[in-house]
């Protein structure tokens, strides 16, 4: 497993040892496979992720392919420039909302002028201060910034305190009659660190099996 900035059996070893419950849900689940998204660049993925908010999977990758087309010369994806270039309408046409039009325009306008940094240089940034620069683009939320640190950057510590799936995720499987408010589970979360990450893809897979709980 490549692309992480960490090593993966170091990062589970350490929560067997740190969450004894956490490590029965390990066993159970095996051995960590999360698999990172190739980016081609940072405007790239985000404009992806904006496409494919509150979509099924399929009719997202419709629109983004629609998208895609409008540009057949573009062999290593559309830029900034092409959708600054682009009438609304045609975006429109393509099946996207106006909101995201707008939020893709925005998140156009900012990377064309060096307001966000590249892929490389968020590399270098730490997970505060990128989430901090990514929610400044219009259509991307703390949610999204943390799914991009996690399955774009492969960081190791992210803990998505509103995703519903995880919360629901750790109420299966600590048994929990309620669903963990985000305080709750910043908590819980405490002894994960700092391969939180690597938690949260252990429980979102206790979701797709009948590995625990009732």
């Not at 990172?36 to 496409?51: C, M, N, P, Q, Y």
């Not at 009719?59 to 057949?72: N, Q, S």
Request: proline residues 6%; charged residues 25%.
């Amino acid at each position: 497993m490549t692309g992480f900035g960490f090593q993966p059996r170091r990062a589970v070893n350490h929560l067997r040892a740190a969450d004894l419950a956490l490590a029965e849900i390990i066993d159970a689940v095996g051995p960590f496979r999360m698999e990172l998204k190739a980016s081609r660049s940072l405007f790239g993925a985000l404009a992806e992720a904006i496409v494919y908010q509150q979509l099924s999977n399929k009719a997202a990758a419709t629109i983004y392919g629609r998208v895609e087309a409008l540009y057949p010369r573009a062999t290593d994806g559309f830029t900034p420039r092409h959708i600054l270039r682009t009438p609304d309408e045609k975006l429109r046409g393509c099946g996207l909302s106006r909101a995201k039009v707008l939020a893709v325009q925005d998140l156009a306008r900012r990377v064309a002028s060096g307001e966000l940094p590249t892929l490389e240089q968020a590399q270098a940034l730490d997970d505060a201060m990128l989430i901090e620069r990514l929610v400044q683009v219009r259509g991307i939320g703390r949610w999204s910034a943390e799914m991009f640190l996690m399955f774009r950057l492969g960081r190791p510590d992210v803990l998505p305190l509103d995703d519903y799936s995880l919360r629901k995720a750790y109420a299966k499987a600590f048994r929990k009659r309620a669903l963990p408010s985000p305080q709750a589970l910043e908590k819980a979360g405490e002894k994960w660190r700092p391969y939180r990450t690597v938690a949260c893809w252990y429980l979102w897979r206790t979701l797709e099996t009948a590995l625990v709980g009732p």
